[in-house]
């Protein structure tokens, strides 16, 4: 059984169709990569899949692990192992990365009715993850993402998938804006994370973060669609000839 | 998800409950004689029944102020009870006396009346309606030389420290409030740290209304003599009713040279219903004067009433004194809010710190007014001023009238805003990691105010961030 099973899926947002009947296939332990041009619905599919209120389902059905992945709260989306590493990652202040992050892994083991993690034992487990991210544990008592550079609240999303350990991580335009020390260190995050029983989509605009993480599969999306699909040579094709050798120019309308 | 109406309807006020008790009460209505018959019953000495007299013919010829920004029905002053207490309270009551009904219901806000039952450190002095029910650690206290009891108690008993400092702070005339307090006071603390002093345990009163249409008039008076310092906490909650009830305190605090005062509140009246039928009208007046190298903090956290319209204020009058006012004032439903402080700079280098946060939900409106007066002789005075609002759902209102009147070139005011909105990011952001809504609003508003919680005894902090979790519950659809 597929880990992930979408099925023409649209979607829109304020009355604005923007996802067109996307179907998709993901097995455990594969990594998708889902590729396009500005505007195509890349992210909407992302912040559809974990239910953002914006967008509203119009069609198709998407199945999570046996479960209809839409009908869930997206807390219970959370709580059965589908992790978002936001684009735009928000800033809570006053509540430290350690409280938030432990409330979260404390939710999540509660829904699978294990016992809630104290302070202490929470130190301990964060310690093996922090040095995933290259980082020392000053970060945890930081107010969650609050003054935060963009690298950094990118390093912070792949520190929380770290912890909760998810079983479908989607990763929306990870790389954009960072450096190429800090991409490093954000791939070698996700590559560490690899498990059988897992699986991954990327969402990305270039190619670049395909070196560092090599996708099992890569589609292209356009104008809410999947236009095409292949291995990963298809990311290093679309980097020659750009988007238009497939898209046509629909984008640009 | 349920929408808002729906969850603010279901809405638990914990308290709400009506203690089933004998009480005895004056008529209703105002007028010299209730207020000799108040008087009278608290056996006290004639310069207070004259005091009272004064205060109520000055009260004759004032207006109710109008200018805070909340609108309520018209109070008819005649309507009101002005004196209702359970007939069963000893006149000197001390703990070991107190009515088992009236020791139920304190247990039931959580506030055992039994020393060794009590929190550890904390000294309790319980307010049923209009008069005191019992003080706790009376007597270790008063080993000390420490006076805490109720306020009926210390104008019988200690009448030249109530004389001397009554109304030196908050004078009768002060406002129509202050004023109609003045007149017809009931109950509250008085406490009295002697000099070079450190009071041992945090001192604190509970409040409650159980009375209908009755009213409460506390009046509180804490004096630090030179050198001492003590932390006192005041917490509040009264029965669901659906009429107006109105709540007239006043607060005085006299820090003097070198003493130190921590005043702080978790004010949890009852608030009335979603369409703000009911709920009580928390119209108080809190004060404190600073001397040489005094120190006043202010903290509260306002969760409660239908209305507030409260500003603790300091006086800096001596050279290097301190105010501080730390506030979170939360409204949800139809509450209203016009809240804030007050702090006069008249010595040198004396130095003030306002921060404070208004969180807006539901239909509710919260206005921070705030007054920082430098006056010609206060040189190298100081004050740092911030300001936050935050807003839940787009039917609530926040609003900022900050006063700075600065008479000396040499001193520095600082005043900084900000307004954000909880946003659906937010709580996507959180529920994506697991946390459902009420849990991600309770994160994001503890997050925001914890600068003030920080300032608040342990215990307190614990019941305040409950507190703020029940208040804001359904705010968000």
Redesign the interface.
Known sequence: MALLEISDLCASASGKEILRGVDLTVNSAEIHAIMGPNGSGKSTLAQVL?????YVVTRGSVVYDGQDLLDM???V???AGV??A?Q???E????TNA???R???N??RK?KGLEEVDPMDFLDLLEEKLKLVEWGPEIMQR?VNAGFSGGEKKRNEIL?MAV?EPRLAILDETDSGLDIDALRIVADGVNALKRPENATIIVTHYQRLLNYIVPDFVHVLSAGRIVRSGGKELALELEAKGYEWLTGGAEAA | MSSPVESLVNREYKWGFVTDIESESVPKGLNEEIIRLISAKKEEPEFMLQWRLKAYRGWLGMKEPHWPNVSYPPIDYQEIIYYSAPKTVMPLGSLDEVDPKLRETYEKLGIPLNEQKLLAGVAVDAIFDSVSVGTSYKKALGELGIIFCSFSEAVREHPELVERYLGSVVPMSDNFFAALNSAVFSDGSFVYIPKGLRCPMDLSTYFRINQANTGQFERTLIVADEGASVSYLEGCTAPRRDTNQLHAAVVELVALDNAKIKYSTVQNWYAGDENGVGGILNFVTKRGKALQNAKISWTQVETGSAITWKYPSVILQGDDSVGEFYSVAVVNGRQQADTGTKMIHIGRNSRSTIVSKGISAGRGNNSYRGLVKVLPKAAGARNYTQCDSMLIGNRCGAHTFPYIDVQNATASVEHEASTSKIGEDQILYCKQRGLNTENAISMIVNGFCKEVFKELPMEFAVEAQKLLGVSLEGSVG
């Open positions: 974990v239910g953002h209120p914006a709260e997206p807390e989306r959370a709580q992790f978002l936001f735009y990652p928000v809570i202040p006053g509540v409280y938030f992050l409330a979260a892994y939710e999540i829904s107010a929380q909760l």
